[in-house]
């Protein structure tokens, strides 16, 4: 089992940056495809991106396609999303989850283990 555990959501400037993480605690973080969801105030939950054990391929949600960025450090069992030219839409508590499933996992019940979740707000 992992426990997961996001950090670094902040209030930022429409155009800015973040990064947020998402530290895992448990054994084989490095065998799980890990993913980052998002939940917009009074809306569901929605997926945002998705990147495999290795790094090597990665997926995104539409709306964020070429301002996000999914990567992940096995050897720190961390992974991380940059959010570039941010926007009010973004607004949003954001949620690491990890699967055992196949690839590429863009359905939360695709999904084994979630974090708590860190508060993203992009102010106008």
């Known amino acids: 089992q992992v426990q997961l555990a996001e950090s670094g959501g902040e209030l930022v400037q429409v155009g800015g940056s973040l990064r947020v993480s998402c530290a895992a605690s448990g054994p084989n973080f490095s065998r799980y495809t890990m993913g980052w969801f998002r939940q917009p105030p009074g809306k569901d939950r929605e997926f945002v991106a998705t990147?495999?054990?290795?790094?090597?391929?990665?997926y995104y949600a539409e709306s964020v396609k070429g301002r996000f960025t999914i990567s992940r450090d096995n050897t720190k069992n961390t992974v991380y999303l940059q959010m570039d030219s941010l926007q009010p839409e973004d607004t949003a508590v954001y949620f690491c989850?990890?699967?055992?499933?196949?690839?590429?996992?863009?359905?939360?019940?695709?999904?084994?283990?979630w974090g708590q979740g860190t508060q993203v707000t992009v102010s106008s």
């Open positions: 989850a990890a699967s055992m499933g196949l690839w590429a996992p863009i359905l939360s019940r695709e999904y084994n283990y």
């Open positions: 990147i495999n054990w290795s790094g090597s391929n990665t």
